[in-house]
């Protein structure tokens, strides 16, 4: 019980780092209102997804390698914005189309 405790705590300090600097990145960067909607829900996707893979893999981890496991749980911040910039360049792409 106290390890799912730890890892709650540990979880609710992540989660406004995780989401709240892709997010920021899309409402800074994004003037067109319907781009920065679909953006937000695709980052509010990936973010989540990241996070759930980084803490699944940290968990099982921890045991035998905490050094990897938070070493994974840091580099997931990453991937939000590796996407951001993949779903940036998408989006515009089929704006300019239409």
Do not use: Q
């Not at 892709?22 to 990936?46: A, F």
């Not at 749980?73 to 989006?91: E, G, K, Q």
């Amino acid at each position: 019980m106290e390890d799912a405790l730890v890892w709650l705590i540990i979880a609710a300090f992540y989660a406004p780092l995780h989401f709240g600097g892709p997010i920021g990145v899309v409402v800074l960067i994004e003037s067109e209102r319907l781009v920065r909607r679909r953006m937000i829900r695709n980052m509010l996707l990936d973010c989540s997804l990241s996070m759930l893979i980084a803490f699944t893999l940290a968990i099982w981890l921890v045991n035998d390698n905490l050094g990897m496991a938070m070493a994974i749980v840091f580099f997931s911040m990453l991937a939000p914005y590796l996407l951001l910039y993949f779903h940036h360049r998408r989006m515009k792409a089929e704006y300019r189309a239409n």
